[in-house]
């Protein structure tokens, strides 16, 4: 089952990107309407071809039942049809993630994103199945997501390329190492997407001819992937090189810095002007002088420069 029956061709062919979105969440965790109506803008006034809702960046693991409902239906309406949407549903068990898939397969969404199972480990046949049986009874269209260092378990590529044979296993996200990546860009069928996460490559894959991406990064600096994504478009290298290096430069500040990712990343939402806080509990905000020590960092404040213009 094809997502893009019409436009599947450009997105295989042209640079694409696509966010895994943060969830802005109130002082008492619930949804933080503005934030993610903001967020979402955010990423969509800046060329962004795709979101995911609900995956890690968005803490879906660590949401109330109620706070992921509201997520997964105001993103939708926010998105208003804009971009490809995709929604996270992967949980600890087949009928925990069956439940939360049958609860977002009724909306406008373009996919459904299922991490392997994680705190019970289980071997690559039993994941064929659970993959396959999911694809089944899913209304829309399904994506693997490989992300062991996450779950403790991986897809090995002769799994995943077993399960591209389903008629509704549509592609997969790749966040582990490159290499595992490369026999399912070779070897899988042409309608079959393999989406990488690897944000400090994105440069040397897109000059490859590898296109589909997605990460987190791009919802804190969705200003410089746009430009990157035009510089491709462009053939103007030099452009994407440099874009590169802004991109790599603050993701090492940002993995250096001492204080969790998801609260470091809630505060550069919040610079940004998008309300909310994106870190959940046990996260704790970044204090006044963590504030400051981020906000000295160079790169941060290039970042900064182009604040989100609210509408």
């Known amino acids: 089952m094809n997502p893009f029956p019409s436009t599947s061709i450009s997105i295989m062919n042209s640079p694409y990107f696509i966010t895994a979105l943060c969830t802005p969440l109130t002082d008492a965790e619930d949804l933080h309407q503005q934030g993610l109506e903001f967020h979402i803008q ?4 800046h060329g962004i071809d795709g979101l995911l809702v609900g995956g890690t960046m968005g803490a879906m693991q660590l949401l109330k039942e109620s706070t992921y409902d509201e997520l997964v239906s105001q993103s939708v309406e926010a998105n ?3 971009a490809e949407i995709l929604i996270g549903v992967g949980d600890t068990s087949f009928v925990r993630t069956r439940d939360k898939l049958k609860r977002v397969d009724h909306l406008r969404i373009d996919g459904i994103v ?5 705190c019970v480990k289980f071997k690559q046949p039993e994941l064929i199945y659970y993959y396959q049986t999911l694809a089944d009874v ?35 996200k790749c966040s582990d190492h490159l290499a595992t990546a490369r026999p399912l860009i070779d070897h899988s069928a042409k309608d079959f997407r393999v989406i990488l996460a690897q944000p400090l490559l994105m440069d040397l894959l897109l000059r490859s001819g590898i296109h589909q991406h997605l990460d987190g990064i791009y919802g804190l600096v969705p200003h410089w992937i746009g430009r990157l994504k035009a510089a491709a478009q462009a053939g103007d290298w030099e452009a994407v090189v440099a874009i590169q290096k802004d991109v790599t430069a603050i993701l090492d500040a940002l993995i250096a810095f001492p204080a969790p990712l998801f609260a470091t990343a809630a505060e550069l939402l919040r610079q940004r002007g998008i309300p909310g806080n994106c870190a959940p509990a046990p996260n704790r905000r970044l204090t006044s002088s963590q504030i400051e020590s981020l906000l000295a960092i160079p790169i941060v404040r290039k970042a900064l420069q182009e604040p989100f213009s609210k509408p």
């Not at 955010?42 to 006034?45: E, G, P």
């Not at 002769?158 to 549509?170: D, G």
Request: proline fraction near 11%; charged fraction near 15%.
């Open 80 to 82: 208003a049809g804009r």
């Open 42 to 45: 955010d990423q969509l006034n």
């Open 114 to 118: 299922i991490l392997a199972p994680f």
């Open 138 to 172: 899913s209304q829309k269209p399904v994506y693997l997501y490989d992300l062991p260092q996450m779950t403790g378990t991986k897809l090995e590529p002769a799994t995943v390329l077993e399960l591209a044979k389903h008629p509704n296993i549509a592609g997969i």
